[in-house]
Each structure stands twice: as C-alpha cells, then as structure tokens.
Antibody, heavy 123, light 112 residues
Framework: EVQLVESGGGLVQPGGSLRLSCAASGFTVSSNYMSWVRQAPGKGLEWVSVIYSGGSTYYADSVKGRFSISRDNSKNTLYLQMNSLGAEDTAMYYC?????????????????WGQGTLVTVSS | QSALTQPPSASGSPGQSVTISCTGTSSDVGGYNYVSWYQQHPGKAPKLMIYEVSKRPSGVPDRFSGSKSGNTASLTVSGLQAEDEADYYCNSYASTNNFDVVFGGGTKLTVL
C-alpha cells in the first residue's frame, strides 16, 4: 500500500528555517517524480517544488532561492528545507507523487498525497 | 490571485449534472493537454479525479468526466451524489519555467 507521511511542521518565527520530511512506503521515492504542494488556511493549492527521478529540481517563483527539495534514497524519504520564512509561507504542506500510467509519467498530476504538515510563521 | 480561474461555487441537486470551468492561457491550459482535476473533502488531502484533460485513474467513477476547449478546461459531474460535495481544483503544466504547475483557486460544489 502506498503511503506518504509528512512531519517537521510547527511554529517558526519570521526569518527562521524549518525542514519538512515525507516518509514514503509502498514505492520507491527515487524512481518517481515527487512534489511539495502547499495550501494556506482556507485557500487553494499551490505547487511548491518537484524533484525528478533523475535528480533535477524545480521551484515555484515564490520560493525560489529560499526552499530546497531533496531526498534520501536509503530512507526512502523526501525533504523540503525552508529558509527565510515569512508569514506568506504559513500553510499545510503536502508531499505528493507524480502519476505514472502505462510507463508514462505525468509529473504535474499527483496521485498520492500525504496527510500534510502544518507550518505557521508568526512571532 | 490564482493562475487558473475557477468559479468559487457550483451546485446541483442529486441526480443532476454540474460542470465546473477552469480558464487559463495559451501557456498552460491552452498549450498542453496536461490538465488535472482534484477533489478535496474538508480536512482531507486532495484526490486525483482526472488527468491529461479527460482520463480517469483507476477507481474514479465514470460519473466524472473532463474536457477542454481552447484555454478552458471543464469537469462535469453527472448523477450528482451527496458524497460529491467537496472542493474541486484544476491544475495544469505551464511553460513559464523549465517546470511549472499552476492551480485554480478551487470551486466549492454543493449538492442541494
């Protein structure tokens, strides 16, 4: 069974840092396109970052230069390092797997999501 | 302001059909057949309902269908059921960077 479990969220002061983790089971993180998607309280979804199976990484303009996505293949875990946090980063953060069907990848379609981890940036 | 435009709300009675629109530009919805739709119940993670404009993942009822015309994609829910009441989001691949994904602002579907 495919499962994604996020952790690492919490309350952080403006300008601070936080590292989110997403532990995967039932599939191999390094063989898939993995993204982080966030949702501010009461708001819509916003794509944050992706890491390709080959290791390439991409970011939304809103987080470029501040956030870094990575993975630990030995732990089958995805990470999001977040620096220089501001109030606008307050959100539920989900990790999500890019969809695969018939050996074709759809990295912008997300078939499995974690339950999310809440990040609150406030003084 | 969201990159893709969705109506904030939609509604229908049980058994009826409802269509939700998702309008973008030629750099996203209009330029690629890479539109997806998600269903999100309160306090839950989103669920993939449609990918590549009109394809359904395994397990999604055929009451859910997708289409696209120009820069506007649409999700139609036929034979509305109480459990269809949820928020619905569209997203699309976008060519603004080497890789970019844009979401709509979401539509709250109410089953009357």
């Amino acid at each position: 069974e495919v499962q994604l479990v996020e952790s690492g969220g919490g309350l952080v002061q403006p300008g601070g840092s936080l590292r989110l983790s997403c532990a995967a089971s039932g599939f191999t993180v390094s063989s898939n396109y993995m993204s982080w998607v966030r949702q501010a309280p009461g708001k819509g979804l916003e794509w944050v970052s992706v890491i390709y199976s080959g290791g390439s990484t991409y970011y939304a303009d809103s987080v470029k230069g501040r956030f870094s996505i990575s993975r630990d293949n030995s732990k089958n875990t995805l990470y999001l390092q977040m620096n220089s946090l501001g109030a606008e980063d307050t959100a539920m953060y989900y990790c999500a797997r890019g969809y695969y069907y018939d050996r074709i990848a759809y990295p912008w379609s997300f078939d499995y999501w974690g339950q999310g981890t809440l990040v609150t940036v406030s003084s | 302001q969201s990159a893709l435009t969705q109506p904030p709300s939609a509604s229908g009675s049980p058994g009826q059909s409802v269509t939700i629109s998702c309008t973008g530009t030629s750099s996203d919805v209009g330029g690629y057949n890479y539109v997806s739709w998600y269903q999100q119940h309160p306090g839950k993670a989103p669920k993939l309902m449609i990918y590549e404009v009109s394809k359904r993942p395994s397990g999604v009822p055929d009451r859910f269908s997708g289409s696209k015309s120009g820069n506007t994609a649409s999700l139609t829910v036929s034979g509305l059921q109480a459990e269809d009441e949820a928020d619905y989001y569209c997203n699309s691949y976008a060519s603004t960077n080497n890789f970019d994904v844009v979401f709509g602002g979401g539509t709250k579907l109410t089953v009357l």
